[in-house]
Every structure is written in structure tokens, then in C-alpha cells.
């Protein structure tokens, strides 16, 4: 009993796997190149391989093109960051060191015979700024720009307690991405401090 039902169950399976198999069989006939100009090889795998060469040799310059688009976005977002601290660096360093109405008497050299003056020029905030010694991956130049605001009732222009100093950072950032022409973005970041001592 069990064989006459295992046959009928087993007639219809392989007639549609005879079906399915006859199929493929004409789709393959049919894909197969059918006559090829002499020396020329019949094996449709070569003009896939040749194909993917072609696409490969496309793709490889746009990837390539991508990354290093990336990497300067990524120097550039650091750039920004570094003269943005530098700006805050160089402000906080003036703030501290004001002039002739400031506390600028009692500053001692470095035997504490003397008594100097403590007051940082322009120049010296920027040297300041320039040589906080950062790292500058991009190869860039940074300046800064020192200035001073007298407030209203201010006890007078320039480097004085109670006016207020504002530095200016700015860095010429190179840009050189394959395939594209070079060319400089400059990247600008200022900060204001009241002086205080």
C-alpha cells in the first residue's frame, strides 16, 4: 500500500523536475552564443571578466576621489577647532596682562630680583597665538589679529583693565583633492575677554 502511494506522489515530482530541467536547458541554448568570428574565444565568462576590468577602472578613481574628500572635510573640521582654541588661548593669555592702569607693576623675572612690567603687546599676543604649537596636519598659515574695545566710561584706548581684547585668528587652509584644481579656503575664528589683571 505504502509503494503504489509513495509512486503516486513520486510521478508528479519528477515530471516537474523533467519540466523544470527542460527549461533551463532551452533558457541556456538560448543565452549561448551561437557563432563567433574566428580567433575569438566562445567563453562568455572572458567578456564578463573584460566588463568588470572596465567597471573596476570607472569605480577606482570616484572612490578614490571620495576618500580624499572626506580626509579634507575631516583636516578641515580639525583645522577649525585648533584656531578656534588658539583664538581663546591668545585671549585668555591678554586678558591677564594689561597695561599701564592694570596691575602691571609686581610682576617679578624669573630670579625675582626685578620688578617688570606685565603687559603683552599686540605682537606678543601674537606670537603668542602662532606658536601655541599645535599640530598643523594641513600645512596650512595661521595669523592673528589682536584688537582692543573700550568700553563706555573706560579708563582708556588699548590694553587696559576693563576694556576689552578681541583675537582674530586666521588660517589658509590648502586644499588639494585629486582630480580637482588647488585652491585655499580660509577659515576665520575670533574671541572677546574683558581684561581683568
Known sequence: MTTSLDNAFQRPMDE???????????????????SMSPGRSTDAAEGEAGQALIELAITIPVLFLFLFAFMQVCM?????????????????YAAVRSGPYGASTGCMTTNYSTSVSCAAS?????????GIGW???AGGTM????????PTGGLGPGNVVGNYVKVTVNYAF???VPFMPHSTL?????????IVH
Do not use: H, W
Request: glycine content about 2%; proline content about 4%; charged content about 15%.
Open 16 to 34: 516537474s523536475a523533467r519540466l523544470s530541467a527542460k527549461f533551463l536547458r532551452s533558457v541556456l541554448q538560448r543565452n549561448r552564443p551561437s
Open 76 to 92: 578641515i573640521c580639525y583645522t577649525r577647532n585648533m584656531i578656534s582654541e588658539a583664538a581663546r588661548q591668545g585671549t585668555e
Open 122 to 130: 599686540a605682537t606678543q599676543v601674537q606670537s603668542y597665538v602662532t
Open 135 to 137: 599640530p598643523n596636519i
Open 143 to 150: 595669523t592673528a589679529a589682536v584688537s582692543y574695545i573700550e
Open 174 to 176: 590648502p586644499i588639494s
Open 186 to 194: 580660509t577659515l576665520t575664528s575670533s574671541s572677546q575677554m574683558t
